[in-house]
């Protein structure tokens, strides 16, 4: 099929990360196909109506390549396959044949998405009833990256507790999507906590009422072992924390419904600096403080890089 340029439309280039940016010159250079030919196709019948080209930031090598031949392969590496489309300080706007496969995508997602609302109601049907069929064998597992932004994930953990169901977590840090990063130790996660410890969920003195806990992170830039360290850190001071809070004097205040005495309450615990307890609790063990500066000292990360490559 034949590809024309359009007139008056900016026409820039499409990111390749993937065998043809790969297999460019190893000094770093920009690489493309020479020609405006490639399998016998034209990429562009008319260079001289393709507007926009000057927008581009990268090198002059490769405006020049893509005003010759009408695209240009950049050695670039993103971490998401969405990332291009985002990056301005290189790429303009542009369309190209790049521009079919992110209409696919957009139109793939708006499917799965109207699939999701139309069978959201048969899907809970079908949970209910797996529920009552595996009775009190079945738990509910709350993962924290599944949730949009504003939810009440405490009062989620608090009417299951309720239930005396059986419950799990997938602890993680969420900004944008399921993006699943580092647990942070914010007031969500202490909420959450909270309602662990009242509901007698977490450090139980019987391992069986004890839910499942659970890290599910995804490190793409971080280093994924000090990632980790963190998030178990980061979840050592919320369940301390929450350990400190009266609960007593919480419950009296909202039973009288003194909601700020009990929102201070609240944040008495919250604004506590429980790391110290945690060092000395750290040391009595025979351990390190800090767990990440430990990692740090270890020389472990340094040792698998050199036998890994």
Known sequence: ???????????????????????????????????TETGGKDVVDDLSAVHGTEAMKGPPAARALLQRNG??????????????????????????????HRTFHV??????????????GEVAE??????????????VLVDMGHHPFGVNVAQI??????????????????????????????????????ELVAGGVVCAENPSRNWAYMIDQCSSLENR???????????????????????GRLCELQADRQIIGANRVLLDAFLTDVRPILRMARLEKGLRPDPVEAYDDSGYQQRIKRERG
């Open 126 to 139: 079908i949970t209910r009833r797996m529920a009552e069929a595996l009775g009190e064998r079945a738990g």
């Open 71 to 100: 695209f240009v392969v950049l050695r670039k590496f993103y971490h998401r396959i969405f990332s291009p489309y985002l990056d301005q300080t290189e790429v303009p706007p542009f369309v190209t044949a790049d521009s079919v």
């Open 157 to 194: 953990v608090a009417r299951l507790v309720g239930t005396g169901r059986q419950g799990g977590f997938h602890f993680n840090t969420r900004y944008a999507a399921d993006d699943d990063h580092s647990v942070e130790p914010n007031l969500p996660m202490y909420a959450i906590f909270c």
């Open 225 to 247: 072992i000090r990632a980790v360290l963190h998030s178990i850190d980061s979840l050592q001071v919320s369940l301390a924390k929450a350990l400190v809070l009266d609960q």
């Open 1 to 35: 099929m034949r590809r024309k340029a359009w007139p008056g439309v900016v026409l820039a280039f499409g990111i390749l990360w993937t065998a043809a940016a790969a297999a460019g010159p190893a000094n770093g250079e920009v690489s493309a196909t020479a020609g």
């Open 107 to 120: 139109i793939f997602e708006d499917e799965i998405a109207g699939l999701e609302r139309a069978m959201a």
